[in-house]
C-alpha cells in the first residue's frame, strides 16, 4: 500500500512539474528548433549570394576581356557592374566593379562621372590595395582632365605598395609633360625598382627614361 502510495505521489509531482515547466519547455525546443533552422537558412542564403555575386563577376571580366565591346556588350557590362555593386555592397566582388565601371566611364569620356564612382569607392572600401588602385586611376583622370598638379598632389600624398610602380610611372609621366625632367627621371627610376621588386617586367620605363635624354 505504501508502494502505491509512493508511485501516486511521484505521479502528481511529475504532474505539477509539468504544469509549471511544460509551456517553458516547449518553448525552448521551438526556439531551438527554429535557431538552427534559421542558422540553416542564414548559411543557405549566403552561399546562394556568393554563387551570385560569382557568376555576375565572371560574366562581367568576360565581357570586359573582350578587345572590342559593342554598344550591347557595353552597357550588359554597365549594368553587371552596378548591380554588383548594389546587391553585394562590402565585397571584393562590389569593389572590382565599381574599377571596372570607372573604366568604361573614362573610355566613355565621362571622366567626372568616372571620378566620383572611384571617390565612393575609396571611402568606402575596407581594402587597402583597393584604395591604391582607386587612388592611382584617380590621378590618371585628373592628368587627363589636364590637372596637372592635382594629379601629381594626389600620387604624393597616396600610400602605396602593390600598385607603387604605377604610382611613380605615373609620376613620371606627368613631371614629364610638366618639362622637370630631371624629378621625372627620378620617379621612373623609383617605378622601375618597384616593378623589377615584384617580378614584373616594364621595358617602356627604359624607352620614356631614354626619351629623356642624358
Do not use: C
Amino acid at each position: 500500500m505504501s508502494e502505491l502510495r509512493t508511485e501516486e505521489e511521484q505521479i502528481e509531482l511529475m504532474k505539477r512539474w509539468w504544469a509549471d515547466n511544460g509551456k517553458s519547455l516547449i518553448i525552448g525546443l521551438v526556439l531551438a528548433v527554429a535557431a538552427v533552422g534559421g542558422w540553416k537558412w542564414w548559411q543557405a542564403d549566403q552561399q546562394a549570394k556568393a554563387e551570385a555575386a560569382s557568376s555576375a563577376y565572371e560574366q562581367l571580366i568576360d565581357v570586359m576581356n573582350k578587345p572590342e565591346m559593342t554598344d550591347e556588350e557595353r552597357a550588359t557590362a554597365k549594368h553587371l557592374a552596378v548591380t554588383l555593386q548594389e546587391e553585394h555592397k562590402g565585397s571584393l566582388y562590389a569593389d572590382y566593379a565599381a574599377l571596372f565601371e570607372a573604366k568604361l566611364l573614362v573610355d566613355g569620356d565621362q571622366f567626372d562621372a568616372a571620378a566620383a564612382v572611384l571617390n565612393k569607392l575609396n571611402a568606402e572600401t575596407e581594402s587597402a590595395m583597393i584604395k591604391e588602385v582607386a587612388g592611382v586611376r584617380q590621378a590618371q583622370i585628373l592628368w587627363q582632365q589636364g590637372s596637372n598638379q592635382q594629379a601629381l598632389d594626389l600620387l604624393k600624398a597616396l600610400k602605396t605598395d602593390a600598385y607603387k610602380g604605377n604610382a611613380e610611372e605615373l609620376k613620371g609621366d606627368i613631371l614629364t609633360e610638366m618639362g622637370d625632367k630631371e624629378a621625372a627621371r627620378t620617379a621612373y627610376e623609383s617605378a622601375k625598382a618597384a616593378f623589377a621588386a615584384s617580378g614584373v617586367a616594364r621595358p617602356v620605363i627604359d624607352m620614356k627614361l631614354a626619351d629623356l635624354g642624358a
